[in-house]
């Protein structure tokens, strides 16, 4: 039996199975405590060759976007230290952070994902500016212990057209701070 409370270092070590169990019985998301703050992110799933050719660590960053009021993000490109090595982001030339993959953070309510899925939020990529690929993510999160919103769990899910495409692809997020950088939207 599993404890109640379940630790970073708890989801370091779960396979597939688990995970996936913690993404069906996930806790909702609350938009404006996440909105504002930056995580680490953790892929937990990916064979390490596939680790080695892109990451193991990014960063997620969510902010409620004043002229919109969608909870919106993006991911940043991070040089690869570990897990608990320093996080720092890599640069684009002009000195900025490396950011790709953009979403917005919408209601599941109502919509029907693979495995039965019926959870609080998802992050939604098919955002304008998005090239093909990026913009396939239709990706379930949930917060992994109740009322806390320190560490998420999510779930890799394409959609192409009507059909999703599940992938035995989980990612966890640790909770860093403020933001530090924000984003323009993409266009």
């Known amino acids: ?15 597939g199975r688990a995970l996936h169990e913690i993404i069906d019985r996930g806790h909702p998301l609350d938009p404006a405590a996440i909105a504002g703050h930056q995580y680490q992110g953790v892929d937990l799933s990916l064979p390490p060759l ?13 902010l409620a976007d004043p002229d919109t009021g969608v909870v919106r993000g993006w991911n940043v490109r991070m040089e690869q230290h570990g897990v608990d090595g320093p996080a720092i982001p890599m640069k684009t030339r002009d000195g900025q952070p490396r950011t790709f993959a ?12 693979p495995r039965g899925w019926r959870g609080g ?51 966890l997020l640790r909770r860093e701070g403020p933001l530090e950088h924000i984003a323009p939207r993409r266009a």
Do not use: I
């Open 102 to 113: 953009h979403y917005e953070l919408r209601s599941a309510a109502g919509l029907r994902f």
């Open 1 to 15: 039996m599993r404890p109640a409370h379940l630790s970073f270092r708890d989801l370091l070590q779960l396979d």
């Open 50 to 62: 596939v680790n080695k050719l892109l990451w193991k660590t990014f960063r997620k960053c969510f």
């Open 121 to 171: 939020h998802y992050l939604d990529y098919g955002v304008p500016g998005n090239p093909f690929g990026e913009n396939l993510g239709y990706t379930p999160l949930v917060a992994v212990n109740e009322g806390e919103m320190d560490l998420l769990l999510g779930w890799e899910v394409f959609k192409l057209g009507s059909v999703f495409l599940p992938l035995p692809d989980y990612w």
